[in-house]
């Protein structure tokens, strides 16, 4: 794939770059050693006035850059604007908590008295430069989610970000720099998905950070593995949408539109299954179905649009076969099902509710990365939680009810990384954020996020 800046809105290219030279990459490389080996012993004070400047700065220039997003990806400018605003929230939240976070623990003294210890404690030290491999679906959050935490950890970055999204890519490393912190703290690598093995083999790179596809996760992992480097991996997503009978169901199906199409529809933590007890399934699919009908499709820099293109001409490929399998098995489409009429210059697709989905459908098992729903019927908690478990993802869930007992239930046996009720998924940095199954291990954000990257050392003092 080349280095380039594509609008999905019209399929133009705007720019192209050309990667960057192996003399280049090692440059970086050597630069990120070097700014390491300083870096690594500033203070908290010091890393929190620096993050906070780039925050100020993002601040500042956050119209400009949801624009190039926008551009990029094709998300709505109103959510571009808000994906900045939530990452100067987030360096904020890290500049202000991350000492406190890293704090040394101190066993205590009876508890270690049998070690032969007159005093023991846990130091948080950084480990390194850390590669960042990251998406185009939210292409300032996912990285700023990784970099603000790592670097008032002490650690240095290294981001390898989509090659569609190169602006975007280059503005985070001009942001960093034009902050205050020392070059070779963070850099772009503008380089194509095939370098980036050599990249995480060189002795220099300690670790690595994945946010995307199953396929890139698995490839990352198992070159990490080789070398014995620790990984972050935050992979795909097919979450459930529960609603029992003591639900709001104006409520649920309001938000349930929400949380399909968010981002296009392209976001690894958007509902993508509605499981529906029995008993309000009609009403549900009822509202559901007139809110997605509901929704305008068009041009992203325009105010009044809810639904842009999606990112390129493949992933709405793929998002067609997994419809057109399904409709060919049985299933039927609500509404959607086809590309809108008058935006045949984008990657558009209607938004689109299915009903009748069978286990031997594709988009059963598979995520649909789209504005696509698969909208079930349930008679019982048991029959939603063995549904909901029913997929090789487990990222995030989605449980709508006011019974307290029903809700233990489902966090009990729900196979996810979150459980959130009588609302939407979403990211915040105070709560860990990761999956389990073929989502991925490890967790961004909250303290659990900052100590990924961290070396947990013993330090033990004798008499």
């Not at 004070?45 to 220039?61: F, K, P, V, Y």
């Not at 809108?340 to 938004?351: D, H, S, V």
């Not at 990365?369 to 909208?375: E, H, K, N």
């Not at 909901?388 to 307290?404: C, H, I, K, M, Q």
Request: aromatic letters at 8%.
């Amino acid at each position: 794939m080349p280095i380039a800046t594509v609008n999905p809105a019209d399929g133009t290219t705007v720019k192209t770059f050309d990667p960057l030279s192996a003399d280049e990459v090692e440059q970086r490389l050597a630069d990120a050693e070097a700014a390491f080996r300083g870096y690594r012993t500033t203070t908290f004070e010091e890393r929190a006035r620096l993050l906070n400047a780039a925050a100020d700065l993002l601040e500042r220039e956050a119209d400009g850059v949801a624009r190039v997003m926008t551009t990029e990806m094709g998300k709505p400018l109103a959510a571009a604007r808000a994906e900045a605003a939530k990452c100067v929230k987030a360096m904020r939240w890290y500049a202000r908590n991350a000492e406190e976070l890293l704090a040394p623990e101190y066993p205590a003294p009876e508890d270690v008295a049998d070690s032969g210890a007159e005093r023991a404690e846990v130091r948080y030290r950084p480990l390194g430069p850390v590669l960042a491999v990251m998406p185009w679906n939210f292409p300032l959050w996912q990285v700023v989610r990784f970099a603000a935490p790592a670097l008032m950890a002490g650690n240095v970055g290294l981001l390898k970000h989509a090659s569609n999204v190169p602006q975007t890519a280059l503005y985070l490393g001009d942001l960093f720099h034009r902050a205050g912190f020392a070059p070779g703290c963070f850099q772009t690598l503008l380089v194509s998905s095939g370098a980036v093995e050599a990249v995480l083999r060189d002795p220099r790179v300690v670790a690595a950070t994945l946010t995307g596809s199953e396929g890139a996760g698995r490839a990352v992992a198992s070159v990490a593995g080789d070398e014995i480097k620790k990984t972050v991996l935050e992979l795909g997503g097919s979450d459930p949408f529960v609603v029992m009978p003591s639900a709001d169901v104006e409520a649920a199906a309001r938000t349930a539109v929400t949380a399909r199409v968010q981002n296009n529809g392209q976001s690894c933590i958007a509902a993508k299954r509605f499981l529906v007890h029995t008993d309000v399934f009609d009403a549900f699919a009822e509202r559901f179905t007139a809110g997605m009908l509901g929704l305008t499709v068009g041009d992203p820099m325009e105010p009044g649009t809810d639904v842009g293109p999606l990112s390129g001409a493949q992933g709405r490929e793929d998002l067609e076969e997994l419809v057109t399998d399904a409709l060919a098995q049985g299933a039927q489409a609500l509404c959607g099902g086809r590309r809108p009429q008058g935006l045949e210059r984008g990657f558009y697709y209607e938004p689109t509710v299915l009903t009748g989905v069978t286990a031997q459908m594709r988009i059963h098992r598979e995520e649909a990365f789209g504005p696509v729903a698969t909208l079930y019927r349930v008679a019982d908690a048991e029959e939603a939680v063995t549904l909901a478990n029913d997929t090789p993802f487990g990222l995030s869930s989605n449980v709508w009810t006011r019974d307290e007992c029903e809700a233990d239930r489902f966090v009990q046996d729900l196979e996810a990384g979150g459980v959130f009720f009588n609302g939407m998924t979403a990211s915040h940095p105070a709560l860990p954020f990761g999956g389990v199954k073929r989502s991925g291990y490890g967790r961004e954000l909250a303290g659990h996020g900052i100590r990924e990257f961290c070396n947990a050392t013993t330090v033990w003092r004798g008499a």
